[in-house]
């Protein structure tokens, strides 16, 4: 297992992060600790879950599955949906934070959450509540690290000049959703990241189960999987050419001679930018075959092909600027040229 520096933060975290959506979600207390266990065993440092995931279910279990291993693991968890059905049940206001990150502490069984990633955006709260909050929370040390999942460019960049201004701690990592089929954040969010530092840890590396290797390509549904039972499948975000990337996914795999999965995971994680993928598993035997997606690199012919067939094509503006430092260079006219 391969472990790299989350962004410029000195934290360092496995290049595979279990996400922990399933605990209570199809695996009990006994299976998410034997996943954990399996997952230390490989060297798995990184685990991500919600406060919301499963009702709470998610963070109990893996507080459990930790229990007397707690200094062996960086733990990653969210805030913003709901808990509850009272008006501040919810977003990322001082009060819904205070209460939250209590609740989770406690479900978790620890003194402190290593990443504490605001889950999704609150249009009523402004950033600066939120940022002071967070800002609290570090100094308090019942956080370590904050971190942000699915923002658009401009307000990342909003709130990280708003903490650099005020002297609040900023964010160190970013949680997209990345895979060979989703790749909108290419345009605006990873040049912001690489820009400022940021460490990524991208969600859903294979399209909720999509790249796994169940689908055949143009298909969307498959039974007894995720997209059959109406749980983790945004197909909605898939690429137009989603089927060919499937089929060249394909392709590659079996002139590697391994599973789909390993090598659509192995993609994500061989992105220069990318610090760690969250994957998921309903059992130990699945984990097993994910972590070995883990300590190898993809030959750079398989890496350019399957970066080719997923590119998504550029839009404006950077579409009509990128041949402008071509332009530039190409207007110098140097003796002896």
Known sequence: MDYRRLGRAGLKVSEICLGTMTFGNGADQAEASRMVDTALGAGLNFFDTANSYVGGASETMLGEALKGKRQDAIIGSKFFNPMGHRPNDSGMSRLHIKQQIEASLKRLRTDYIDIYYIHHVDHQTPLDEMLRALDDLVRQGKILYTACSNYEAWRLMDALWLADINGWVGFSA????????????????VPACQAKGLGMVAWSPLAGGYLAGKYTPGSLKVQGTRSSEGWGFNSKFFAA????????LFDVAKELGRPPAQVALRWVMDQPFMTSAVVGARNTDQLKETLVAGGWRLPLEALERLNKVSAQPMRYPRAFEDPMPERRNAAVKMPGM
Do not use: A
């Not at 970013?174 to 969010?189: A, F, G, K, M, T």
């Open 174 to 189: 970013y949680q997209p959703q990345y895979s060979l089929v989703v790749r909108d954040i290419d345009e605006e969010v």
């Open 241 to 248: 050419n989603h089927g060919e990337i499937l089929q060249t």
